[in-house]
């Protein structure tokens, strides 16, 4: 059967459906700024200026963009898998927290040694912080949300005794003023960096990461179980899918991404740990905007890269915006709330039109049961 | 270390977590889940405090903080009755949203100094009580009494009453609600509102009353999270709701305290002399909820209790389902 040229049309919209989402968000923005009496215009010229304008600017998105990227694969396991992960923060914080530990313990290593050993701990400590959840939500029945969200609260406090304590720059314990970061990494230990500009190797990581997702996700026996459960949790386990497993597996995995992302900012970026006593001092909020991303993305691996290089363009550019405008840069974090408000209300035409597809369709192609939100998620998620 | 200023300070605390959580276990009651409480409670806080400074009448700010809050949880309302959408996506989007407006609006107000706030008062008799009185009725902001109030207005509402009965239906059979001609849409956005102008009353009793002013984030500092796990603990009962509330503020309180004097139990108190260690302290209230949500989760499955049965999943009139 061919595809008539309506369906074509309504095909276009679906995958333009973001770029809507995306202008409706700038619109309301737009009237936020004007309520600042500010004008939109100019502010939004100097946020593209300052998150494309040059080779350093696109440098700076993309570098902005790697932790998102990171972040944002470990959502797409996540979520796929019916488990909801809002402690990207803290996975964040814990992974970068080990691989610091060890490229400052172990400073007489070469570099080609402690750059794979520290990424490895950061992806275990992410997997750790992530992991507790998971267990506590199989065997326990524990709402991952709010466990989530408080192992990151739990996560900003050790951080900050660990960066006033034990890890303190040894340089900075001597002083009074007592800045809570620790010593600078040795030069060796520095991921490489395509100069004069701060993109580093990190961003190439991400990005071969995010094709190793897509096929673990859909070329992988895993990951063809962490979709199912997440489809349908009974269907799985009459399949004979440990569905507890494959429960606590979705977010150790997604834990150890974010962790990456930690340790990958450590040892990309700013080659120390630094608290200004919250967990968005050290991470960006990539924790949190990575799963915007992710969501921007459709939960795919692959398309979590362009939405990552966006919501990097928008923190960016919303600095410079900042800067010239004097614009709050908290902006952005209202505009990506809207961003997800518009994705997430437009899916009902995107449902509308499968349906009308597959009522269209000869009986043996539809399936049922296909869309995300069955009740048995629901459930789940109470 | 007075054990009962700790516990007079610590209900005054626990009424913030007690309106967010009374207001979203209404929302959950009829059968929609808000995650966005976090956000509300952040845009009343910001809200009440910013009309305070720039009116000088703290009632206007109180009125306020919960209008605007009521307003944005409609934004969760349209999204998931009207679009149906995924209800968890729209209330972390909420979270966003309303910590990123008031973070805009609310930039330059940490530094406003301090304004008029509501009053506080002791009530006659009840404060005489041994022991119950200067903990309870003594010198608390007349919220605080307000929250006494709510929580048996809450439970009589919700089990003695016609509407209280509708909002049931709603959230655990609402096909059969609509059978009986309840507006389930209706009563589900009038229920979401609900939910937020009790997040607005939370954030603006914080910001005019228990800890005044302006923190930015650190205001609710996940507050609004850890009344999204109480209403779990609860099992969706307004008493337990309260019980739980009223002990998170005191632990709230009691980690503030623990580290002021030298001496504790007679020994020398040892977060006096590390202060380091108060960031464990710190950790407590989170560590808590965790270990809160396991109670609740075992107990719920072995009492059988759970959440409204239609909890997360939109209202469609006519499709297979709940």
Request: proline letters at 5%; one cysteine or more; hydrophobic letters at 55%.
């Amino acid at each position: 059967m061919k595809p008539s040229q309506k369906e074509w049309l309504s095909r276009l919209v679906d995958a333009l459906l973001p770029v809507f989402a995306t202008l409706a968000a700038l619109f309301v923005g737009a009237i936020m700024l004007l309520f600042l009496k500010v004008n939109p215009i100019q502010a939004y010229a100097a946020l593209w200026e300052g998150a494309f304008g040059s080779s350093n600017a696109l440098a700076e998105t993309l570098v902005k963009a790697t932790p998102l990227l990171l972040v944002a694969l470990g959502i797409c396991i996540s979520f796929r898998g019916d488990v909801i992960n809002i402690g990207g923060e803290g996975q964040m914080v814990i992974g970068a927290i080990l691989a610091t530990w060890l490229g400052l313990t172990f400073t007489d290593w070469p570099g080609w040694a402690m750059i794979p050993v520290a990424m490895l701990a950061g992806l275990i400590g992410g997997a750790i912080w992530g992991g507790i959840p998971g267990l506590l939500k199989a065997y326990f029945n524990v709402n991952e949300i709010l466990s989530t969200v408080m192992m990151n609260a739990i996560a900003v406090q050790l951080m900050n005794f660990l960066l006033r304590g034990p890890m303190i720059d040894p340089s900075q314990a001597q002083l009074a003023s007592k800045i809570p970061q620790t010593a600078r990494l040795v030069e060796a230990f520095r991921l490489a960096r395509w100069v004069p500009t701060r993109l580093h190797l990190g961003a190439l990581i991400a990005v071969v990461l995010a094709v190793l997702v897509y096929i673990l996700l859909w070329r992988t026996t895993l990951g063809y179980r962490i979709r199912a459960v997440g489809q349908n949790p009974h269907a799985s386990r009459y399949a004979g899918i440990n569905v507890k497993r494959y429960i606590v597996l979705a977010l150790l995995l997604s834990g150890a991404f974010a962790g990456l992302a930690g340790a990958i900012q450590v040892f990309g970026v700013n080659y120390r740990m630094i608290t200004d006593g919250s967990a968005s001092g050290f991470t960006g909020s990539a924790g949190f905007n990575g799963i915007v991303a992710a969501l921007f993305g459709q939960l795919h691996p692959i398309w979590s890269i362009p939405a990552s290089v966006l919501f990097g363009a928008l923190l960016v550019g919303a600095n410079s915006m900042q800067r010239a405008m004097q614009v709050p840069s908290a902006l952005i974090t209202a505009m990506n709330g809207l961003v997800v408000v518009f994705v997430v209300s437009s899916e009902i035409w995107r449902r509308r039109r499968q349906r009308r597809r597959l009522a269209a369709a000869p009986e043996t192609e539809s399936s049922p049961g296909s869309g995300s939100a069955s009740p048995e998620s629901a459930e789940e998620a109470a | 270390m007075d054990p009962l200023i700790i516990l007079q300070a610590g209900v005054a605390s626990g009424t913030v977590l007690l309106f967010a959580t009374i207001g979203e276990l209404l929302t959950e009651r009829s059968g929609v889940l808000n995650l966005g409480v976090e956000g509300m409670m952040l845009i009343g806080a910001m809200t009440g405090f910013s009309v305070t400074v720039a009116t000088g009448n703290p009632w206007l700010g109180l009125l306020l903080a919960m209008l605007v809050a009521g307003l944005l949880s409609q934004v969760h309302a349209l999204i998931t009755i009207t679009l149906q959408a995924d209800q968890v996506v729209s209330g972390l989007a909420l979270t966003f949203l309303g910590t990123g407006i008031s973070l805009v609006l609310g930039e330059g107000l940490s530094k406003a100094g301090t304004v008029a706030l509501l009053p506080s008062f002791s009530i006659p008799l009840l404060s005489q009580i041994p022991i119950l009185g200067p903990i309870f009725f003594t010198k608390q902001s007349i919220l605080v009494y307000i929250g006494y109030l709510l929580v048996p207005a809450t439970w009589y509402f919700i089990n003695r009453t016609r509407p209280g009965l509708h909002l049931r239906a709603v959230g655990e059979y609402p096909a059969a609600a609509d059978a009986l001609g309840i507006n389930v849409h209706g009563m589900r956005y009038l229920y979401v509102f609900v939910g937020g102008v009790l997040a607005g009353l939370a954030g603006a009793t914080i910001s005019l009353a228990v800890a005044p002013g302006w923190f930015s984030e650190l205001t609710t500092a996940g507050q609004g999270w850890i009344a999204v796990g109480l209403v779990i603990f609860a099992q969706w009962d307004p008493v337990r709701a309260a019980v739980g509330s009223y002990a998170f503020g005191a632990l709230r309180r009691l980690i503030l305290d623990i580290q002021g004097p030298t001496l504790l139990f007679g020994f020398a108190n040892p977060f006096y002399y590390n202060p380091y260690w108060g960031f464990f302290l710190q950790m407590l209230p989170y560590a808590f909820t965790v270990i809160v949500l396991v109670i609740g989760s075992r107990e719920a499955i072995r009492k059988r209790l759970g959440a409204p049965a239609a909890l997360g999943t939109p209202y469609i009139r006519g499709e297979r389902g709940l």
